[in-house]
């Protein structure tokens, strides 16, 4: 059985929860302290509030041991609030420069609730390599607005309304998508990552 953890701090860690344990020869692991991350292969980090998870990643000390973890090669999946929270530089698409806490793996520039208003949800099909076609659900999305190496963008929304944009992005085995995959139920990003924590 493999073991993919689920960062449970705030968001949507239940239904990231409930997909891994539909697909069956997973072993979806709650994570609220370092001791769980002793025993995963994978870690989900969820959508939710990239500054509410950003703080309880600061007030119970998990910092050091997330960034412990990325360190050992193990996959790690940051959907939404959680690709932010990978990011080194955020930026709002109100209030621009922002200083809020990261985890600053991934070199990529992400903005924070890009799609403004109007379009403050959506679904589309977006484009990802070494995946496919995958159904994503947006919410008050950020949009990945670069990559620098060794980071690079790996997926994009298409859209003749809203433009094309980064959704996707990876740095070794880092990876960042700016939807949310328990949404729409589409299991191919899940299985990508249990393949790579299999490896
Ligand atoms: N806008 C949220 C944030 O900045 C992310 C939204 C989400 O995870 N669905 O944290």
């Given at each position: 059985?493999?073991?993919i953890g689920v960062l449970a701090?705030?968001g949507d860690y239940l239904e990231h929860y409930q997909v891994l344990k539909s697909l069956?020869?997973v072993?979806p692991v709650i994570v609220?302290?370092?001791?769980?991350?002793?025993?995963?292969?994978?870690l989900i980090i969820p959508g939710g509030?990239?500054?509410?998870?950003?703080?309880?990643?600061?007030?119970?000390?998990?910092?050091?041991?997330?960034?412990?973890?990325?360190?050992?090669?193990?996959?790690?999946l940051?959907t939404c609030?959680g690709?932010?929270?990978?990011?080194?530089?955020?930026?709002?698409?109100?209030?621009?420069?922002?200083?809020?806490?990261?985890?600053?793996?991934?070199?990529?520039?992400?903005?924070?609730?890009?799609?403004?208003?109007?379009?403050?949800?959506?679904?589309?099909?977006?484009?990802?390599?070494?995946?496919?076609?995958?159904?994503?659900?947006?919410?008050?999305?950020?949009?990945?607005?670069?990559?620098?190496?060794?980071?690079?963008?790996?997926?994009?929304?298409?859209?003749?309304?809203?433009?094309?944009?980064?959704?996707?992005?990876?740095?070794?085995?880092?990876?960042?998508?700016?939807?949310h995959p328990e949404i729409?139920?589409?299991i191919?990003l899940y299985?990508?990552i249990?393949?790579?924590?299999?490896?």
């Amino acid at each position: 059985m493999v073991k993919i953890g689920v960062l449970a701090l705030q968001g949507d860690y239940l239904e990231h929860y409930q997909v891994l344990k539909s697909l069956g020869g997973v072993d979806p692991v709650i994570v609220k302290h370092s001791k769980e991350l002793s025993d995963i292969d994978a870690l989900i980090i969820p959508g939710g509030e990239s500054t509410t998870i950003g703080s309880l990643i600061e007030s119970r000390m998990l910092s050091k041991p997330l960034v412990e973890f990325m360190e050992t090669g193990k996959p790690v999946l940051g959907t939404c609030a959680g690709a932010i929270l990978l990011a080194k530089e955020v930026v709002d698409r109100v209030v621009g420069e922002t200083k809020q806490y990261t985890l600053r793996a991934m070199n990529i520039r992400i903005m924070r609730n890009a799609y403004g208003r109007q379009r403050e949800s959506f679904i589309a099909t977006v484009n990802i390599e070494d995946i496919g076609e995958v159904r994503a659900a947006f919410i008050r999305a950020p949009i990945i607005l670069e990559a620098r190496e060794p980071a690079r963008i790996t997926g994009y929304l298409n859209d003749s309304s809203l433009g094309r944009h980064g959704v996707a992005a990876r740095e070794k085995n880092l990876y960042a998508v700016t939807f949310h995959p328990e949404i729409t139920g589409d299991i191919r990003l899940y299985n990508y990552i249990i393949q790579q924590a299999k490896r």
